[in-house]
């Protein structure tokens, strides 16, 4: 934890990072809709995992960062939405 002399210095620091997380959380959340809406195949299904990987670490770490347990909850909860199953299905379904 880091240590702070005036509250400036303190909330100067927790916005930067609730910009950094809000940044991560928007690429990650494009992520997901693109997967959960498009279902992506071959390289752009690599793209879109690798990329959305890369903005849920970043999310996490900055979210972590600041130490906002909601946000983190929220980050996680759209984790789960990879686990479930939203597509439309098959004609024959």
């Known amino acids: 934890m880091e240590k702070f002399q005036t509250l400036e210095e303190l909330e100067g620091f927790e916005r930067r990072w609730k910009i950094i997380s809000t940044c991560f959380c928007i690429v990650f ?17 690599l793209w879109c995992y690798s990329v959305g990987a890369f903005a849920f670490i970043g999310a996490l770490w900055s979210v972590r960062r600041i130490g906002d ?3 983190e909850a929220g980050l996680l909860g759209g984790l789960e939405l990879l ?11």
Not at 30 to 44: F, M, N, Q
Not at 83 to 93: A, H, K, P, Y
């Open 83 to 93: 686990g479930e199953d939203l597509s439309v299905g098959d004609v024959d379904d």
């Open 29 to 45: 959340a494009g992520a997901l809709l693109e997967h959960l809406l498009r279902s992506p195949r071959g390289g752009e299904a």
């Open 69 to 71: 347990g909601e946000r």
